[in-house]
């Protein structure tokens, strides 16, 4: 009987570390795609020149004065179930950081997502956020949040990169009233119920002095502070890279193991903020299947697999085409897009069509 009764107290044990203590059991991360499992504007290398979403979806990079790329990477850390990583590489190198020299990776989140932590409330929940990185080069690297709304506020936390070119999990308790703040428990810490910003988080590469002025691990009104001066400039070399993946935000004290969802569900959360047709075929079928000629059609709408977090901006993919060359406009709002020839495509053979491609960007 003693041996029975180990083994259920060590299940119960195991079952009770793998579970949060507090907060929702399913759909608890506050990050989207953290998985880096959908690239809608493409797997490959691409150098950041500006601010921009370059390749993973819901995930914005940042740069000043120099330039440094992202690559979708299958390194990964091993037996944790991940499929692709966020590769950085520094393109060119910026050896002396000028004050206001910014190198960030972040992703933001909506208001309304934000409502379960309670912000501006006594009631204001602790958050944890874990992660997978790797890089060639070692040390202090900062996280930060930016809470919009009422007061903007900011939190920094340091971690280290303890061994190059090894997958290493960082886990960041972040309480409401870390250093001793107040901020986030009263109301000026609150976050609208709404589609617009709610809270930032930041990855630092590297940051000029002008954004270095932060304490470990506290709140601070300068929304200017998004790390430590122990940060190091990652920028440094183009031999640096950085990798990251299994990124994930949730209410409660610890970080429970990744909450993989299916492909479908990663997807239409990633389309609220941009879709890509990728090639969706408005084709118009050949005349005689229907029995009146759709060479005189002259537009054709598409719904989006979900409503989009506000109206788009639209643009077409390689120029909306018309074997008629016909002139072509494109519109919408957060539901669908119409597109529309200004002259009828007569002069296209039987069995031929007009078409388009766009892409719709309703990000934060």
């Not at 997978?132 to 506020?153: P, Q, R």
């Not at 990663?266 to 118009?284: D, M, V």
Request: proline letters at 3%; glycine letters at 10%; charged letters at 15%.
């Amino acid at each position: 009987m003693s041996n029975a009764r180990n083994l259920a107290n060590n299940l119960a044990a195991l079952v009770a570390a793998e579970t949060p203590i507090q907060g929702a059991t399913s759909s608890r991360n506050l990050i989207i795609n953290g998985s880096m499992q959908v690239w809608q504007r493409g797997a490959g290398t691409t150098t950041i020149s500006n601010s921009t979403y370059p390749t993973v979806d819901r995930f914005r990079c940042y740069t000043g004065g120099a330039q440094y790329s992202s690559t979708r990477s299958t390194d990964v850390p091993s037996g944790q179930g991940f499929g692709y990583s966020n590769r950085f590489d520094v393109v060119a190198a910026d050896n002396a950081l000028g004050a206001g020299s910014f190198y960030v990776f972040k992703q933001r989140i909506e208001g309304s997502n934000c409502m379960r932590l309670a912000y501006g409330s006594a009631g204001a929940k602790t958050i944890t956020l874990s992660f997978w990185v790797k890089s060639n080069k070692t040390g202090t690297y900062s996280i930060s949040l930016y809470k919009f709304d009422g007061t903007a506020y900011t939190y920094v936390k340091n971690y280290t990169i303890n061994s190059a070119n090894t997958w290493e999990k960082k886990e960041i308790t972040i309480t409401p009233t870390a250093g001793g703040t107040s901020f986030i428990t009263n109301s000026p810490g609150q976050i609208a119920n709404d589609n617009s910003h709610g809270l930032d988080v930041n990855f630092i590469l590297s940051v000029g002095s002008n954004h270095t002025g932060g304490t470990d691990d506290s709140w601070s009104t300068n929304t200017e502070h998004y790390a430590t001066s122990s940060n190091i400039n990652w920028m440094d070399s183009t031999s640096n890279n950085f990798y990251i993946t299994g990124i994930q935000l949730e209410e409660g004290s610890k970080a429970t193991p990744f909450e993989f969802e299916d492909q479908a569900t990663i997807e239409h959360k990633c389309f609220r903020y941009f879709y890509k047709s990728s090639g969706y075929n408005l084709a118009l079928a050949n005349a005689t299947t229907v029995g009146y000629s759709y060479r005189e059609e002259r537009t054709i709408k598409d719904s989006f697999p979900v409503p989009m977090r506000t109206n788009p901006t639209l643009t077409a993919i390689s120029g909306i085409q018309s074997l008629s060359g016909g002139g072509m406009t494109i519109y919408g709002d957060f539901d669908h897009v119409v597109i529309h020839s200004d002259t009828y495509p007569s002069d296209l053979p039987s069995g031929n069509y007009w078409y388009g491609g766009y892409t719709a960007e309703a990000e934060l």
